[in-house]
């Protein structure tokens, strides 16, 4: 019996220019394009290993070790586009093993706790399309899967590349070019760090998916942010990128998260991802550049009450250091860290953070997705857990 | 010695197409149309004394039992005013007693607590000019005043007025077509019912009056509310006061408060006015009118955490009964009052209300400014108190 197997690890990404709203919901095509930074596997990733094998009776997907629905309309997408790749490939070369018509066993894990409520979903997708690619030895780059990817979940097309990553929007009706180019590689600004305040939030409000067509539904504010605002954060963002220009990436990041949340507040009803916790950390950072005299720190907000904090390497004392002050008990601070930094915050927002900070991530930007040994699927076709 | 006295009553009003925005910060020129509902006296109301004496040296401003600048430009704009109409008519009546040239002592007292953290403004604006107009026995129409209240505060132009009111933006350079007119009077649509739930919020962040030139200079979805949403909402509202047609105007109420407060997050740094208990109360709004089946119930919010709860009479009960089931202990409840509401409220949201809301205001739609026989100046010019 022959399992034939690819593992693959794949990054987390947190937009600095957001993507929000669907032109059309079924192909994923979004009504803007995006911009993020892929964050380092070191400290956020996912592991999924791909196999098939002529015993496998259906196609399954095991997720942090358990079961998962692969029946959904955009996983079908993603799971036919490969398989026809590898069908073609296999028509073109007769030697090639038949691996198109055979199920699949799909093993997957977080090294982070879904707890944390970071979008695992773009990471999760990234790695299923990657891992399943490179199981059938597909010669496509990652700008053409990306293309798959986006199916399954929009913003995965973002992780199939390392550091500074664009989602073109694109204009044609099937989606074509509607893709994720690499702006820049993380070498190229690898200084780039983010800070990760996990709130303490109850359960998530409203999911984005369906949160961001009520928003393109209702929202009298949401055209000028597709016509206007975000074509010009774009270029302003890749110039900045480009530069190294912390400052500019900073207000760019910080002017489109605004953006983004209000259109939200703006949909009908109104969808709150950020809290008072949330709006603390925007303080905070405003009391750090303030305190410093520039821009040194930038906040973005996904769609949850989570504060993403960019800021660069050589200003890790003064921006870790204010949250350090606050949240020294907090988990997740990095062995010997210990930071310090003058910058006084407000005692409400200092409460704030204190009470509803549950968790740091300290990490920066990263790599695209790896190939490895590591397998979640044995030799003779069992799953297999590394967390043990 | 005479002293000349007059006396005025004026309300307080609450938007519900807001103001937020000015095309000329001197003259107070809107950059949008808006419409209020003033609120019942009974309930809110600031009582002014004008007089003037040639005893008095200075012009003296006493509110709430304190000394109150009268020099600031937009105060001094309004005095100027209307010693200039006072003096016209004046020269064209020789018979008239000289009051243009004689110095004023305004006396000024609100019938609701300061820390409520209700805009006041716009009742001591309208209030102030409505009781020099009538110590100066001008012709001026409310509409005619409201040119002048406005230069003091915006809003004030729209306290000249009871039951439904305007304030056409206007488009000239000098500012003489932006004044308030009567949409409809109250007893138009009497049963109208306003609940305040007083959120006890640390000090106000950022004023009115600086936080909209920052939304004007730097939100990016700002132009799209002024050139498209306010004008479809003024027309909508308007609309709906006619019709008296609730589910409309709290449709149109709620949508306009969302994208007020949606310009205010798009600000940049961005400007939060609500907060957590605030969105519980927009939580709460909602689950009431789920449970009734249609819209009875609209939340709106001002430059603040304060909800704004906006009902018929008929549904009392409903309405009422849902907030008194958690706050039935906190201070502002008529006497009597005892409403009963089988809506129930997710916990989170109810535990938000209760340690979030600190004071009740029940009131409703009301009438315009009243001239009273109670005085805050004594017949020899001596300042008065109601409260002592």
């Known amino acids: 019996m022959v399992v034939y197997r690819a593992s693959t690890t794949a990054p987390v990404n947190i937009a600095v220019v957001k993507y929000w709203g669907k032109r059309d919901p079924k192909l994923n095509l979004p009504t803007n394009s995006s911009l993020s930074v892929t964050l380092s596997q070191d400290d956020l990733r996912t592991l999924t290993t791909a196999s098939c094998s002529e015993t496998y009776t259906e196609d399954v997907l095991l997720l942090n070790g358990s079961p998962s629905d692969l029946t959904g309309a955009r996983t079908q997408a993603c799971l036919r586009e490969l398989r026809a790749l590898r069908a073609a490939l296999e028509a073109k070369d007769a030697s090639l093993p038949k691996l198109a018509q055979l199920k699949l066993l799909l093993v997957s894990e977080n090294n982070f706790p879904t707890a944390a409520g970071l979008a695992s979903s773009a990471a999760g997708f990234a790695a299923f399309v990657r891992a399943i690619a490179d199981l059938y030895e597909l010669p496509a780059s990652p700008t053409e899967l990306s293309l798959i990817a986006r199916q399954g979940s929009g913003s995965a097309c973002r992780s199939l590349f390392g550091g500074y990553v664009a989602w073109r929007a694109g204009a044609h009706v099937d989606g074509l070019d509607s893709k994720a180019v690499e702006v820049a590689p993380a070498a190229h600004w690898p200084n780039m760090r983010a800070l990760i305040l996990v709130a303490s939030a109850a359960k998530k409000g409203v999911s984005s998916t369906s949160g961001m067509q009520q928003t393109v539904a209702t929202s009298g504010l949401f055209q000028q942010r ?62 750090i550049n303030t305190a410093a005299g520039k821009t040194i720190a930038a906040y973005t907000f996904d769609a949850g009450p989570n504060a993403v904090i960019y800021y660069l390497e050589e200003d890790s004392e003064t921006v870790l250091g204010t949250f350090y002050a606050l949240l020294e008990s907090t988990e997740g601070w990095k062995k010997g860290t210990n930071p310090k930094s003058s910058v006084q915050l407000d005692e409400a927002v200092s409460d704030s953070l204190k009470t509803g900070v549950s968790r740091v991530i300290m990490t920066g930007v990263g790599e695209g997705p790896q190939k490895t040994d590591v397998f979640l699927v044995s030799e003779d076709g069992k799953p297999l857990s590394t967390s043990a």
């Open 226 to 287: 597709i016509a206007e605002v975000v074509p010009a954060n774009m270029e302003t963002m890749e110039a900045a990128i480009a530069a190294r220009d912390f400052p500019k990436f900073a207000e760019v990041t910080m002017r489109d998260s605004n953006s983004f949340h209000a259109t939200c507040a703006d949909t009908y009803p109104p969808i709150f991802y950020m809290n008072d916790v949330s709006r603390a950390a925007v303080r905070a950072v405003e009391a």
